[in-house]
């Protein structure tokens, strides 16, 4: 086994099985979505390229640096091409551990869809866990252009639609609750969904969403974006009264 196995054993294992549950719920199809998680602060585990998240297995897992130059690789794998955006985002948000990119069926509607839906407080655990899904402008993938997308952007919020792409979520806590943020945004599209057929969405007022502050306190979560940008959850919403 490779000393970088040996020392991020725990962290590999959770990538494999954030990638493969990813597979399972049907958030990607094919070979597409990457993961990776940083594990030092120049140490980024990563998921391979042409390999299908419910195939990715311990070995297969890859690491890079910031720069994106590759610290080990098994014979056979490479990184996702897509380490651009990942590697730009860790180095833009140092509180970030994991990043998962998919195309959860019904946020990859709204990102085709456009509108800002899903960058609205409808419900209490997204808005304080994830803040608003804002959306980034479209950009060829695999490309240097797609990375610097997410720079006016990146540290306002930890959930984020990739225009005409799909989704990308990030976590302080790790990749597989970075995967859970996910899970949890799917949801609450569904339900604005539901709630655009019965009628008219309404969204939590303002007021009541500064209340929300108080929970996270109560929780001792950290606000939603990087610290020092995101102070209060009026930083990250706003909202029509």
Same mark, same amino acid.
């Given at each position: 086994?490779?000393?970088?196995?040996?020392?991020?054993?725990a962290?590999?294992?959770?990538l494999?099985r %954030?990638?493969n549950?990813?597979?399972?719920?049907?958030?990607?199809?094919s070979?597409?979505? &990457?993961l990776s998680?940083?594990?030092?602060?120049?140490?980024?585990l990563i998921?391979p390229t042409?390999?299908?998240?419910?195939s990715?297995?311990?070995?297969d897992i890859?690491?890079? &640096?910031?720069?994106?130059e590759?610290?080990?690789a098994s014979e056979?794998?490479?990184p996702?091409?897509?380490?651009?955006?990942?590697?730009r985002i860790?180095?833009?948000?140092p509180d970030?551990?994991?990043i998962?990119h %998919?195309?959860?069926?019904i946020?990859?509607g709204?990102?085709?869809?456009?509108?800002?839906w899903?960058?609205?407080p409808?419900?209490?655990e997204?808005?304080?866990e994830?803040?608003?899904?804002?959306m980034?402008p479209y950009a060829e993938p695999?490309s240097e252009?797609l990375a610097?997308?997410f720079d006016?952007?990146?540290?306002k919020? *930890?959930?984020f639609?990739?225009? &005409?792409?799909?989704?990308l979520m990030?976590s302080?806590?790790g990749?597989?609750?970075?995967?859970?943020?996910l899970?949890m945004?799917e949801a609450?599209?569904?339900?604005?969904?539901v709630?655009?057929?019965?009628?008219n969405?309404k969204?939590?007022?303002m007021?009541?969403v500064? &209340?929300?502050?108080?929970?996270?306190?109560?929780r001792?979560m950290?606000m939603?974006?990087l610290?020092?940008?995101? *102070?209060s959850?009026?930083?990250?919403?706003v909202t029509e009264?």
């Amino acid at each position: 086994m490779h000393s970088l196995q040996e020392t991020y054993k725990a962290q590999i294992e959770e990538l494999v099985r %954030a990638s493969n549950r990813l597979a399972q719920i049907g958030f990607v199809t094919s070979q597409g979505g &990457n993961l990776s998680y940083r594990v030092a602060e120049d140490v980024i585990l990563i998921t391979p390229t042409k390999v299908a998240k419910g195939s990715i297995q311990f070995d297969d897992i890859c690491a890079v &640096n910031l720069k994106g130059e590759v610290l080990y690789a098994s014979e056979g794998r490479r990184p996702t091409g897509e380490w651009p955006f990942h590697t730009r985002i860790f180095a833009h948000r140092p509180d970030i551990k994991g990043i998962v990119h %998919a195309h959860p069926p019904i946020l990859t509607g709204f990102a085709i869809a456009g509108g800002d839906w899903m960058a609205k407080p409808f419900l209490p655990e997204p808005a304080i866990e994830v803040g608003p899904m804002i959306m980034v402008p479209y950009a060829e993938p695999l490309s240097e252009e797609l990375a610097q997308k997410f720079d006016a952007v990146i540290e306002k919020s *930890n959930g984020f639609l990739m225009e &005409n792409h799909g989704a990308l979520m990030c976590s302080c806590e790790g990749v597989y609750r970075a995967l859970e943020f996910l899970e949890m945004m799917e949801a609450m599209g569904k339900s604005i969904l539901v709630a655009k057929v019965l009628g008219n969405p309404k969204v939590i007022p303002m007021a009541d969403v500064m &209340n929300l502050e108080r929970v996270i306190k109560i929780r001792e979560m950290p606000m939603p974006g990087l610290k020092g940008v995101v *102070n209060s959850l009026s930083d990250c919403f706003v909202t029509e009264e």
